[in-house]
């Protein structure tokens, strides 16, 4: 098992940046593949981004490529989400996920466990 907690969130204006951080404690973190995915009031759950358990492998939201960028570091146990020239609309609780073992993947019910969530709004 393995206990996730993000940190890093919070108000921002549109245009500027943020990084989220994902910790990870528990069973050995380069055994799984990680994710991001957010969830705004009303709105479905949405594929962020994903990366792999050596990362050398990321996967985005197509809306996304180019303003967001996944990284982790295995020594730190740690997973990142780098958030540039933020949009309004990216106002969003962000949660990042956990896969044991299997290659990452864009649909949320595929993780095994879960943070539980970090806020991110953006003003206009």
């Known amino acids: 098992q393995v206990q996730l907690v993000e940190s890093g969130g919070g108000v921002v204006q549109a245009g500027g940046s943020l990084r989220l951080s994902c910790a990870a404690s528990?069973?050995?973190?380069?055994?799984?593949?990680m994710g991001w995915f957010r969830q705004a009031p009303g709105k479905e759950r949405e594929f962020v981004a994903a990366?792999?358990?050596?990362?050398?492998?990321?996967h985005y939201a197509d809306s996304l490529k180019g303003r967001f960028t996944i990284s982790r570091d295995n020594a730190k146990n740690t997973v990142y989400l780098q958030m540039n020239s933020l949009k309004p609309e990216d106002t969003a609780g962000y949660y990042c996920?956990?896969?044991?073992?299997?290659?990452?993947?864009?649909?949320?019910?595929?993780?095994?466990?879960w943070g539980q969530g970090t806020q991110v709004t953006v003003s206009s």
């Open positions: 996920a956990a896969r044991f073992i299997l290659s990452y993947s864009s649909t949320w019910s595929e993780y095994d466990y």
């Open positions: 528990g069973r050995t973190f380069s055994s799984y593949a």
């Open positions: 990366i792999s358990r050596n990362g050398l492998s990321t």
